[in-house]
């Protein structure tokens, strides 16, 4: 089984602590080289920071795992530096189709506004996404990344952990200021901290097939409800890179794993759901079972849990790495202004406030996802089915079709680093809300607003004409980049360039003024994370600062 | 009036940023309502639901084809 990819072993290194005999103090570790511990090393060290990075493995992730890589997961790659090999390997698709029985009943489209620069989701193997995530980690210097590291205790205190850890050439003790734990749903450290996650475990298994074929099924997610070939059961087709299939067959909780694992088993499911004897090559095999559950906070002092070591979700609606990916993105640069003195320690405390709500909105949805896919009683049967019966000819039953959520940003309306709208605005780039990208002319050549932002705090303000600013606003944007934290304008307009200085982005097809409802005068201040902060109708520089200072925890 | 059924679910004073949010809201409810029961009972329930519910329309022509649609097929 798997001839489509050969997995690289990376090096293991003997670490210096070994080598020289002496321990040594880090400012950051994060441990697990997954797909949420490299984007965290990642973002670190894109802002400068030297991060060590250690996994107990040498390899990346093993078999058919993580599919689904959602908008917004690739928006956030985009900013580490990796999006476009991930899109370019990546299958992209936009459509899925539902059916129920032997009839399509409903479909959707997860991107249906025009111009945005990534598709709703694409499917990529887990190994490839960590492979590039490990080339990327490479290139971009800053990470001393250390495989066949095995952290095996942690000792947190107030001012510092300290960790020890196992190595082929035996075990060194190491000391951090900060801890960012990414070692996945089972994470050895929350176990040793003695860290409850609390949840349950859902009663059904599914198989998992990966198969290679050159098959003309088109580039959309299609799930089955009963279908003729696997009666009474669920079956989910995504299309995945070099030809290869992922296919989930529910198989309810009696089933047995050993026995529908058996190639000559799995093999008749996948005939009899082809249809014909189109040629295939069974690549993978394996039977799973899930658990929805969370840790109560993120943050433990100078340890933060991320991805699935703090959460797991049902995996109907590909939330599990993208919500993770998502950590790491509001965790890293409250981080790095707390690291850099330029906010208290907790700002940290807003990382886990913020993505608790987030991890709570992604266990409703799979929850009541796998509560439609796999209903608990007769009733509960029996109104899926009058959905699903109803949905063929009747637009509100569509509506009500669950076969996955699949992965969306939060809006983080509830969080405390927002500063509460003063004026009114239509359309939902509210305080909190994650930015709507739209296609920009920018002079650094981009062409995409959500390449321009990130990093820093930056205030969007709209004027038609940007060569037409009068001085006094000029010199109230301009001044905005001094301070301890700085805050770069970026004139959005129809035409003309600001004056030197100021940058400027041309809205080129008006979707920005549509998408955040602009008029001359308005102004977005964006998060480093590409979440707004803060809009007002008027330029007020002080009140530009004032809600910097409440985004960082310093007011 | 004619029987709507264009999706139409939404809770007063609550802002949704997915239009899937306020079905599945209903959703959810609806199923927990049955939680723990026989099926007997959930029979009960559900009779008892479409009689309130009915009551609340009022408009017996709207009944009419929301019966009718209903037993087709089934």
Redesign the interface.
Known sequence: MLSTYKYPKFAYRRPPELAEGRDRHYPVVVVGAGPVGLTTAIDLAIKGQPVLLLDNDDTVSIGSRGVCYAKRALEILDRLGCGDEMVAKGVSWNVGRTFFRDKEVFNFNLCPEPDHHRPGMINLQQYYLEEYLVRRAEAVGNIDLRWKNNVIAVTPADDRVTLRVETPDGAYTLTTDWLVVADGARSPIRTMLGLDIEGKVFMDRFLIADVVMKADFPTERWFWFDPPFHRNQSVLLHRQADNVFRIDFQLGWQADPEHEKKPENVIPRIKAMLGDDREFELEWVSVYTFQCRRMKDFRHGRVLFVGDAAHQVSPFGARGANSGIQDTDNLVWKLKLVMDGKAPARLLDTYSEERVCAADENLM?ST?ST??ITPK????KT?RNA?L??AEH????R??V?SG?LS?PS?L?ASRLNTPDSDSFAG?MVPG?PMDDAPVEAAGGQQWLLQVLGERFQLLYYAPDAGALDAATVRALTGLADGALPVEAIVVAERGRAPAGLATVIDAKGRIRERYDLAPGTAYLARPDQHVAARWRRLDAERVRAAVARATCNA | MAL??????HEPGK?Y????SP??D???L??DT?RD?T?EQ??MV?ARLILLLANHIGDIGVLREALK?ARE??
């Open positions: 949805n009541r509560d439609f009683s007769t009733v509960s109104f959905v019966g109803l009747y637009p509100f039953a509506a009500l669950n959520r969306v809006f309306t939902v809300a | 709507n059924t264009q999706p139409n679910l802002r940023f997915r239009a899937f079905g599945d209903f959703y959810e609806l199923i049955h029961l099926d959930s029979a559900n649609i097929g089934v």
